[in-house]
């Protein structure tokens, strides 16, 4: 240790007598939730999952760190708050993370360096980026127990950034950034991530949004080949090309649709707005809201299909919301309240995966390393929302945000202590989140492997 981090220095008296303090206290780590994480790991799965998809060209003879491994030790720091590779050169002696990756804390070499990790970010070729994004797909399928009957999908994109001039970066007008503009699918009842895929930062066109759908899907029904899906995203993939595809295979969807002036003119739409207006400055309700259905073909859908409208009138004016459903069941209220309003929630785990974990530092020049950079990213997210599933659902962290997860159940101080046949992780006696960290580190014991 540097002999200036490891020198004494002060703080305020505290009755009377001095208080002095060193980074000298031995096997302490200030992560001892990434044992957590190691557990939850091990049951899913995950990096040994993805190494596996990933060329290793290395002279086995020289071979110090496994490739599943490296990649372990990338994800759990990422779980942990530390987003950035060159974390991981601090990292490398830390007792919590060595125990978490299967090594003695005081003895062996430390884990991986910041070079490793970027090697391997920058090693995967395309072909291999699929295979581990299939594999993710793979991962999802398999964390039910058994097939579902139906789930609904929530597909969008969101803005990232970019810190140069990268490759697949491109001028938004909307954000008025220089950008990509990555996929993201959720199984958002569950908040289950499905597939995050990086892309340049244009909105996506009817074509392409219908190829990742398909691709999808398809890799889906590998793995669930009753399960009805339905797809459920805003304007963006309101497209002719996602609707035809969705009816040519069975799959539902709910759509947003831009407006337009057949729609504004549509004599349904026209007569209840009008009739919301009237009442509305009759009653004199600040706002009013009332819910209409009509059947709408463009000049380049192939048919007519059903279009749900939202009519909102109020002291501002009026303001009219559409969508387009495959569904012949249901009010206009359920389709457009109850079921497309409930994709709002997708947005919630954007945040989480984009914020909370940090998947926007995509700040790699190749695309490839960006993509590895996603799924990642998307790899901490499943450890981070298995942790959560093991929490009993009357403790008030069953609901936390993955960041609240992070400050009460991964930072938390413990000491390691190594004798001959055993190691302790002596954890803080005063942790206010005892209990649930116990009952999780059971749980994820007992959890098949």
């Known amino acids: 240790m540097n002999d200036d981090i490891a020198s004494p220095f002060r703080f305020p008296a505290v009755h009377r007598k001095k208080v002095a303090a060193a980074f000298d206290g031995g096997r302490l780590t200030s992560d001892g939730g990434v044992l957590l994480l190691a557990q939850a790991e091990r049951a899913m799965g995950i990096c040994r999952q993805l190494a596996g998809c990933i060329a290793d060209r290395r002279d086995p003879a020289r071979v110090i760190h496994r490739l599943d491994d490296i990649l372990r030790a990338r994800v759990f720091a990422i779980a942990c708050g530390y987003e950035d590779a060159d974390d991981l050169d601090a990292l490398r002696d830390d007792p919590g993370f060595r125990l978490a990756l299967g090594k003695l804390p005081g003895s062996g070499a430390g884990l991986a360096s910041q070079p490793t990790m970027s090697r391997w970010e920058n090693a995967p070729t395309t072909r291999e980026l699929a295979r581990m994004m299939a594999e993710m ?20 994109d969101t803005c990232d950034v970019v810190h140069g001039y990268q ?23 569950t908040g289950r991530p499905v597939a995050m895929l990086l892309r340049t930062g244009k909105t996506p066109s009817g074509a392409e949004a219908a190829g990742h759908i398909r691709r999808l899907v398809r890799h889906i029904r590998r793995h669930w080949p009753n399960t009805h899906i339905t797809i459920r ?45 009237v009442r509305r400055a ?49 009010s206009a209220e359920h389709i457009y309240d109850t079921l497309y309003c409930a994709r709002g929630q997708a947005e919630n785990l954007i945040k989480r995966h984009k914020s909370q974990l940090a998947s926007d530092r995509t700040s790699c020049r190749s695309a490839n390393a960006n993509q590895m950079r996603l799924i990642l990213h998307t790899a901490a997210y499943w450890l981070m929302w298995r942790i959560q599933q093991e929490i009993p659902k009357t403790a008030a962290l069953a609901a936390a945000e993955f960041a609240t997860l992070r400050i009460r159940l991964l930072k938390v101080a413990a000491r390691v202590i190594e004798n001959a046949s055993r190691i302790r992780v002596a954890i803080a006696s005063a942790c ?14 007992s959890a098949p492997t």
């Not at 002719?240 to 057949?262: Q, S």
């Not at 706002?287 to 409208?309: F, P, S």
């Not at 206010?432 to 014991?445: E, K, M, T």
């Open 432 to 445: 206010p989140d005892a209990s649930v960290f116990r009952a999780i580190a059971i749980s994820l014991r």
């Open 137 to 156: 797909i793979g991962i999802y399928c398999a964390s039910y127990p058994v097939s579902p009957k139906a789930v609904t999908l929530d597909i969008d």
């Open 282 to 330: 009759q009653r004199r309700y600040p706002v009013l809201r009332n819910y209409a259905e009509t059947r709408y073909g463009a000049k380049t859908w192939q048919c007519q299909r059903r279009v749900v409208g939202r009519i909102e009138a109020s002291t501002l004016g009026m303001d009219i919301r559409y969508v387009v459903t495959s569904l012949a069941t249901g």
């Open 233 to 277: 995203g805003d304007g963006h993939y309101g497209r002719p090309e996602v609707m035809a595809f969705c009816e040519a295979h069975g799959i539902d969807y709910v759509l947003g649709l831009p407006t337009n002036a057949a729609l504004r003119a549509d004599p349904v739409i026209v007569a209840v707005a009008d009739a919301c207006a």
């Open 167 to 189: 490759q697949l970066s491109f001028w938004n007008g909307h954000h008025g950034e220089r950008c990509f503009l990555p996929v993201h699918v959720y199984d958002t009842a």
